[in-house]
């Protein structure tokens, strides 16, 4: 019952169109840096159909100040993405019409298009450079351009640019991006006034090409990426073509990704374009994948420096430096600063069998916390990131566990330093485990790691590193032979670290003392371990084996009282077997588009796929939450007062719009359910069911959550998150497409603060979460029984602490949503599950 969660393609009738046209919250920024918001037409011929957002908002003026408008006698036609002072990023195929440049200025600072606003800047363009595997003929493929234009565009509160990616950097199916443009609200629909922007997720490239396969025309291309919703809604139109794809890093800052070009009509769906005509037939918003095209833009712009700079680009661009030893110079001139907009790429090979060691005499980058400005990345042979340094501290010499590495090397267009100086060499394979001491060492095969000079005592204030990488598909189990650290309760002194990424970010196991701990496992395929010890009391050390092990052989209990995951496991092999798949862990990761909490927006489909809706006679009444492949948990007063349909009763799985009958979904008959013992109605105190279902469940989209340990305690202030179909606030319907909404939990003295008129309270088997002093943040009617998830520490995978309870209305000032606290059910629940699980006598 409890509140409410919340509160690039154009026409087709058989031809293809085009995108031609995005901005967020205000944000002061002091210092110069892309992608940091410093504030929180007919194109004629077959162009005429370039291309709006459909499903978006209008934005802030000042929100995208990358965005450009490319126009003809004044007449907006194309978007744009600034990229520095000169160059504008936009579609080829929005300039390829003859005489265009004499014609074509791009107004920087752009908001309503009838207005001449205060912060507008408009220059001429000097020249155009298209993709030389252009070809208008089919333009779909390598559909990008760069414009240099005539003068300076001067950076301010509405004109910035936006960043360019790192050649390593990628964003993962599911991402959360914006795109934006002054295009048609729909298909065939009006052209809009003020920019307005629609965030789209990214596709997967296997599911990209598959859509593309249906058209009747079938697409291909080596620059394509896709995004945009399966069941359509949202999208890129007619006129924004040309307008940028932004993603935000990890570290903030908002990169261009892509190139809006075009796609089959307007946020038309394509799950079921099979079953429909070809000219009713939709895609994804297709746009060019910038990445793939970094070292053809840098060839301009850094080119384009060169002419100013008597300094070398790069000493060897793309180059091999396959001698066994070696040294490295960037600039090639000592003591100059290295030029701004570069991206220079070496490869060391030193002879097979053999290892690499990089020894740094001189390191001189732009500073900056996450590196994202200017930095030298270190790449693995098989593209993973082994490092990225930036700043005027040396980096640690390191030891690589392979015969070649890649080394890259990027700058914006702001404070330079003086680069660096390396010396690379080839040495045998370390036959000494402790080599991470007085290096960064990373492995790529299974071996063992130490602590130096054991098993003598260890050196005081050492500090030791160990990048492991596994195979993809692959995960790292760290086992422990020998262990003799000193003992400290938090272990703060000395101590063996074991993190997830090599930022060291999520720590996953601390470990010191004299016992040996029980083995880690990573929830990925990398793995670092760090060796710390102060300056005081030094024992014998420790002796740790890695090894890889493949991810379709962990086997995952569901039915233990405790939850095992990728973490400390003392046996591996002796999990039970209930289902095939690792609990608390999505396909599609959950993303929120909001930096703050707002009245809750739509998820990513299939992101929280332990979503059960249930329903009668294809109505959905309650939530519930998948345990099991036979199991699923609800709310106790879902099924109370409707027993007299316990034949009409129906669990539906792997579905993201429920009005419409999705290929993913999975729709079971209730074979059973359990209400527990205790439940009070009045109260609602001990509100839990469990629903036995008729067949197991198929684990593909859907998946089980993780169930917490045994009056395990949320703590207050954590940011947890509900999700459902319910009504999205009192004077609304239902919502079609799962919403979700992030919660703090509330400390339990401000719970009972706001309903100590209830009758009975808030139990201890409760807990509230919400934002009582706020309107219309809350779960509501349709919403009882789901899912409240909590991520672990390191956000790997999310336990199920609570189930939608109740609350006075929805989303009300002061009063916010009451759950079901899970932990203090866990043997209940395991008791009924593990007792259908046994064999018959």
Known sequence: MPGSLGNLLLLMTGITYF??????????????????????????????????????????????????????????????????????????????????????????????????????????????????????????????????????FQYGPKVWPACLPNPEEKFDPGYLCSTCGWGRLRENGILPEVLYEVELPILDQDECSRALSTLKKPVQGDTLMCAGFPDGGKDACQGDSGGPLVCMSEHGSWTLVGVTSWGMGCARGWMHNLRK???RRGSPGVFTDLIKLLPWIQQYM?????????????????????????????????????????LCVWTLLVPEEMHILLNFSHFDVEPDTFCDYDSLSVISKDDRLIGKFCGMDLPLPILIGSNSVRLTFVSDN??????????????????????????LAVHFEEGAIQSMHFPEAYSNLADCQWIIHAPENYVVKLTYENFNLEENKDCTYDSVSVYENVALEQEIARSCGFAIPVPVLSSSNTMVIRFHSDESETFGGFRAMFSFIPITDLKISNTSSEVIFLEQINDLESAIDISDDICGVASNQPRFLFSRITGGEEAVPYSWPWQASIQISGEN???????????????????????????????????HDIKVQEPNSQKRSVKNYIIHPDFNSTTMDSDIALVQLSEPLEFNHVRPVCLPEKDEKVE?????????????????????????????????????????NHSGGVSKQMFCAGFPAEKDKDSCTGDSGGPLVCPKKDSSYYTLNGIISWGFGCGRKDYPGVYTNVASFTDWINQHISETSKPPL
């Open 716 to 756: 207050p202030l954590r940011v947890c998150v509900i999700t459902g179909w319910g009504v999205q606030n009192e004077d609304r319907g239902k919502s079609r497409k799962l919403q979700q909404l992030q919660v703090p939990i509330l400390n339990s003295e401000e719970c009972h603060k706001y309903y100590m």
């Open 414 to 439: 702001k404070e330079p330093g003086t680069g660096f100086s390396m010396k690379y060499q080839a040495v045998a394979p370390a036959m000494l485990p402790d080599s991470g001491c007085g290096s």
């Open 277 to 279: 005509k070809y000219n």
């Open 302 to 342: 850094a080119a384009d420096v060169r002419m100013k700079s008597s300094t070398a680009s790069c000493s060897i661009q793309d180059g091999r430096l396959p001698d066994s030893e070696g040294r490295l110079h960037f600039p090639e001139s000592p003591k100059r600063f290295y030029p701004d907009n570069q």
């Open 621 to 655: 009444i309650c939530g519930g939450t998948v345990l099991t492949n036979m199991w699923v948990v609800s709310a106790a007063h879902c099924f109370t007062h409707r027993k007299q349909y316990s034949d009409l009763w129906r669990v539906v799985v792997g579905v």
């Open 19 to 152: 995108r031609d046209g995005s901005s967020r919250p205000l944000l002061v920024q002091q210092d110069f840096k892309c992608g940091k918001k410093p504030l929180e037409s007919n194109a004629g011929s077959f162009y005429n159909y370039l291309s709006r957002i459909v499903g978006g908002n209008q934005v802030q003026q000042g929100s995208h100040p990358w965005q450009v408008s490319l126009k003809r006698a004044n007449s907006h036609f194309c978007g744009g993405t600034l990229v520095s002072t000169q160059w504008v990023i936009t579609a080829a195929h929005c300039v390829q019409s003859r005489n265009l440049l004499s014609s074509l200025t791009i107004t920087a600072g752009e908001h309503d298009l009838t207005l001449k606003e205060v912060e507008e800047q408009t220059l001429p363009v000097k020249y155009i450079i298209t993709h030389p595997k252009f070809d208008f003929r089919k333009p779909m493929n390598y559909d990008i351009a760069l414009l240099k234009v005539d003068g300076n």
